[in-house]
């Protein structure tokens, strides 16, 4: 069935005919693909072709689709039911896990998807500190939280509507974005206003405005600003959690934040997420402490199943360090391609996480991302997607490579990149 046919018919009862915004295509024109399954490097779509996959559905696929322990896990789970309202011994068992790779966090609450556990930890740094105002970063993206989503990146970037519709003044107002690694911005920000900030939220490596790297000292300064006003330091590590590292950026940087969330990879592609941090601050949550949070669903046991395999196989296939080896590879060859042509563009990359803006660059913030020609990333976009090569359809956001895609495929992958790039980065 063709893309446009389902795509009409999507946007008939369905706003804009996706459930998430930059599935729509916007950024770069065009019908979404429609896909009908995925397995490894590859997905499938409802047209009948075969893509090989960059997005990884926004992050969790570290493993690649539809890895097989993961399905039989899941398979063999959701038999006992899908969901009980009551604890299971597993939550247990996924919690003790997350805290065996997350040498901060002592103790963890699952939610349904990052956004709730971005809004429940900030409820919690409020309800902690007794303070209302929240820092970010210019471009940081940490799902729809109303209080966030202010100098948003991602689809919120990608758009041109750095403010969302519908978010009162009242909350924005306690809000303060900053840019990214701009050690004088955070010194000002808590200069003016420390002792009312709740919490500074950031993306350790953002991957909402692109993948952009920190730069030296930035995260220590973070962390030694937010001490100094005893404000939590919290990382949204949902994209970079169990990705960049198992224990995440944090482990990399060696910055240990007091809050952190977590989402994408950890729950396998199932709706699962989480927060934690140390005891101390995580009792505060209801039922023991005053700040209230809930989920009908959240644990559920599916989901957790999922997890719980995706955290026992990163355990004993320890993927990352062969997995980046393979990245470096295919990164040299498109930074020499860039090198050698001239081209007016800037690749970012951590680990599995990479951009390609198109621009001079380099790109260090928010700002800098902004320069890039989005109309070029476009074109770009589509010849890779003509050429079976599927990438993040629009330019402020990360690809990423997974376990599953081989050297040969990501030789392929750059034969289409390369021609493509050459075509269109002018
Ligand atoms: C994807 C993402 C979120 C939001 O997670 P959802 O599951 O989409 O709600 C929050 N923070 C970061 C850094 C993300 O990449």
Redesign the pocket.
């Known amino acids: 069935m063709d893309n446009k046919t389902l795509f009409k018919r999507a946007q008939k009862v369905i706003p804009g005919g996706v459930n998430?915004p930059v599935r729509a295509f916007k950024a770069v024109g065009g019908d979404p693909i429609y896909i009908k399954r995925a397995k490894g490097a590859y997905l499938y779509g409802e047209d009948g072709k075969k893509y090989l996959d960059f997005v990884g559905s926004?992050?969790p696929m570290l493993f690649g689709h539809a890895p097989d322990g993961l399905i039989r896990a899941i398979s063999k789970k959701i038999k006992d039911g899908t969901s009980f309202g009551a604890p299971t011994k597993e939550e247990t068992q996924l919690a003790e896990a997350i805290c065996s790779f997350f040498p901060s966090i002592q103790k963890v609450r699952v939610t349904n998807?990052?956004?709730?556990?971005?809004m429940s930890a900030i409820r919690l740094a409020r309800g902690y500190t007794g303070r209302p105002r929240i820092v970010k970063i210019d471009g940081?993206?940490?799902?729809?939280v109303d209080s966030l989503l202010i100098q948003a990146g991602?689809g919120a970037t990608t758009f041109g509507v750095p403010d969302s519709e519908g978010i009162p003044s009242g909350i924005s107002h306690l809000s303060l974005s900053i840019p990214y690694n701009d050690v004088t911005a955070l010194e000002n920000a808590f200069k003016s206003v420390g002792k009312e900030i709740a919490a500074f939220i950031l993306?350790p490596v953002?991957?909402?405005m692109g993948t952009v790297l920190p730069s030296e000292g930035y995260l220590e300064a973070a962390r030694a600003m937010t001490k100094k006003y005893g404000a939590l330091l919290i990382f949204?590590?949902?994209?970079?959690g169990f990705r960049i590292t198992e224990g995440g950026a944090q482990k990399y940087y060696g910055v240990k934040p007091d809050l952190t969330?977590l989402?994408?990879i950890v729950g396998g592609g199932m709706?699962l997420?989480a927060f934690g941090g140390r005891a101390e601050i995580m009792n505060f949550l209801a039922p023991l402490g005053p700040v209230y949070q809930a989920g009908t669903l959240a644990g559920n046991p599916a989901a957790v199943s999922a997890a719980l395999w995706m955290l026992a196989e990163i355990k004993s296939k320890k993927p990352h360090s062969k997995l980046h080896e393979r990245c470096a590879q295919f990164y040299a060859e498109l930074h020499q391609l860039i090198h050698d042509k001239h081209l007016p563009v800037t690749l970012n990359h951590m680990g599995s996480m990479w951009t390609l803006f198109f621009t001079k660059g380099p790109v260090t913030d928010y700002a800098s991302a902004k320069t890039s020609d989005t109309k070029a990333y476009a074109r770009f976009f589509h010849q890779c997607l003509r050429g079976g090569v599927y990438l993040a359809p629009a330019q402020f956001e990360t690809n990423f490579i997974s376990a599953a895609h081989t050297t040969k495929q990501l030789s392929a992958a750059l034969r289409v990149l390369k021609k493509s790039l050459q075509q269109n980065a002018k």
Not at 236 to 240: F, P, R
């Open positions: 998430s926004w992050g998807s990052g956004t709730e556990a971005v940081g993206y940490h799902g729809h991602s993306e953002p991957g909402n949204d590590e949902v994209m970079t969330c989402g994408k709706p997420a």
